[in-house]
């Protein structure tokens, strides 16, 4: 079992409010991803489910059980980090074992889990090497090899794949991934990339300055964010958000459209303006289009696109996708509110 559930949890450093009263429910098996800016809180949050951080206030239930004040070797989580937290003079399987022998778990039982686990992470040839002979990604395996020995009811794990390179990461991240399914086991991932937060998670936690704006599924958050901040946060390239005012006294409100969703038409659209970097990937296309009114909109267009800097360009989008929000920067729906869950601040 592995169901975690912050009830008002709050946290201060002195008297700075590092965490707004926060409400959240993670069901046990799923994968969920804390992703937000840098300084927003993640981690923080990911230490006070740890036990490594107290929580000033609220209640934190791990499996329905108050555990707000509970040590952190009794949660039973395994936490993984960034920085790996190997030691450096034991061999692989040394630290593997670590926290079985700390446990005084019999010699028989941990050869027999140091052996499934580095079968699972394919580092049965490295066991008797040391940390300093292995590569980044195999360093980032032995310390997910060290927590999934402790068979943890929930794994949380914070930005561990940002010390890798890129190509590692995305190897990295299908690994993870493929564990979540075999295990079936909880898993809390904090990540900054959002990118990493959309082709894992089950569900997403947006953080921004020490409160959730929204939680949901991948789609649910690139279909309907609840406002400009999610809108913006999740999507590569970013949404573009373009300032509009029906008259010159009006708050300002915004519209928002993503560089998928514009398209270029020969006769004339909606907004024109001429092309400034035209990014050619192969794959796909990114022009930064500077319109006639001062405003940049980046567009995605097909991999073959020949437009070049200078270009002038007519560009639409179909209606349903351009997002309105309001000048509070909350999306204006015009059935309802969108489909995932209320901001939780
Ligand atoms: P994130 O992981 O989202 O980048 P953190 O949770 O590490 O953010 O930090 C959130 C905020 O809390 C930051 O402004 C950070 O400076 C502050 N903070 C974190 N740890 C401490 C601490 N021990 N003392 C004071 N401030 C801290
Ligand atoms: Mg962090």
New binding site residues.
């Given amino acids: 079992m592995g169901s975690i559930t912050l009830k008002q949890v709050t946290k201060s ?2 008297d ?1 409010n ?1 965490i707004k009263p926060l409400d959240l429910h993670i069901r046990d098996g799923e994968f969920i991803v ?1 992703v ?12 006070m489910i740890a036990g490594l ?1 107290d929580t000033s206030s609220g209640t934190i239930e791990i499996d329905g059980n108050d555990a707000t004040s509970t040590p952190p070797a009794k949660r039973g989580l395994a936490m993984v980090f960034q920085s790996y937290a190997l030691y450096p003079h034991m061999s692989v399987r040394n630290n593997i074992a670590f926290p079985l022998k700390r446990a005084k778990v019999a010699p028989k039982v941990i050869e027999e889990k140091i052996s499934s686990a580095a079968k699972m992470l394919n580092l049965t040839d490295y066991l008797d090497r040391k940390p300093g002979q292995l590569s980044g990604g195999q360093r980032q395996r032995v310390a997910i090899g060290r927590a999934i020995v402790r068979q943890p009811s929930a794994f949380l794990f ?2 561990p794949l940002s010390n890798l390179d890129a190509s590692l990461r995305v190897n990295m991240r299908l690994e993870i991934s493929e564990l979540h399914q075999r295990l079936d086991t909880t898993m809390i991932y ?1 990540t ?1 990339d959002q990118v990493e937060a959309m082709t894992m998670a089950d569900r997403i936690a947006v ?1 921004n300055g ?1 409160i959730i704006e929204q939680v949901g599924t991948p789609l649910e958050l690139y279909q309907t964010p609840v406002n400009r901040f999610v809108a913006g946060f999740i999507g590569s390239p970013k949404m573009n958000f373009i300032d509009v005012k029906a008259q010159p006294n009006d708050a300002t409100r915004s519209i928002g459209v993503r560089p998928e969703h514009l398209k270029i038409t020969t006769e004339k659209g909606r907004w024109s303006g001429k092309v400034g970097v035209a990014e050619h990937l192969g794959s796909e296309t990114f022009l930064h289009v500077h319109l006639d009114n001062g405003d940049t909109l980046t567009v995605k267009a097909d991999g073959d696109c020949a437009l070049s800097h200078g270009d002038a360009v007519n560009l639409t989008a179909a209606k349903d996708k351009i997002m309105r929000f309001d000048e509070k920067g909350i999306t204006i729906y015009k059935n309802a509110a969108g489909g995932s869950e209320a901001k939780t601040a």
């Fill in positions: 450093f002195g700075v590092v804390f937000g800016p840098s300084g927003c809180g993640k981690s923080t949050l990911l230490r951080e914070d930005e904090v900054h953080f020490g």
